[in-house]
């Protein structure tokens, strides 16, 4: 199986394309340099779960394989989350519909009006306190040394599922699900445990599942 560098590519891409030219960009910038020295770190065709699914003694315990292909890219995107929102958390079309109404109809009229358009008061209090947490973070700051350490802690996490990947492909019939199992906990521990990389965890779980059928969309 080839080894491609996809989604350190699209990390890279993504911190090129929204950090370059800022003052704060450098940091992040320089640390996309070691993720590429790092490259062959994850793997394009299906990741650890495709080289299960081709062995027989491997293939029942699959649904391992998947759990830490998703944590990982899991630890990229958070890893890039917090590079693209070091300056602050940008309105999403949930918040600006939202804050937006509220500011023109106020609470009581804009609930009454979304009630008759089939949402729940459950749902419609967790729109109300997603557009809150959005105006109070939308120009929140990151300290650009913290997301250094964040990411230098996920580098040795990263290289370890590349030799995991590795040593699957060459040694099948080694029995490798506790190695999956301890990286996967490995990438939890630091998830929990880095303050920035929690950060991103509870700030991208406020944002919450929608769908309307106004002219402003839906997700």
Known sequence: MRIKPVLFLLFCVCLHTTLIG???????????????????????NGGIWELFERHENLRLKSSKAIQLDSKIQQLVWLLSYLCETIEGIPLNELAIYVTQNLKEKGKRQFKEELIILGKTEAEIDIWFTFSDFSLKNENRKLNVGAIHNSIQKALPLLIKYKLLAEQIEHSPDKNPIESVDNLYKEIERLESSDSYLAQALLETSQVPHWDIDESTGGS
């Not at 940091?27 to 394009?44: H, Q, R, T």
């Open 22 to 44: 800022t003052a704060w960009s450098q940091p992040c910038l320089g640390e996309s340099s070691s993720f590429k020295k790092n490259k062959n770190a994850i793997i394009e």
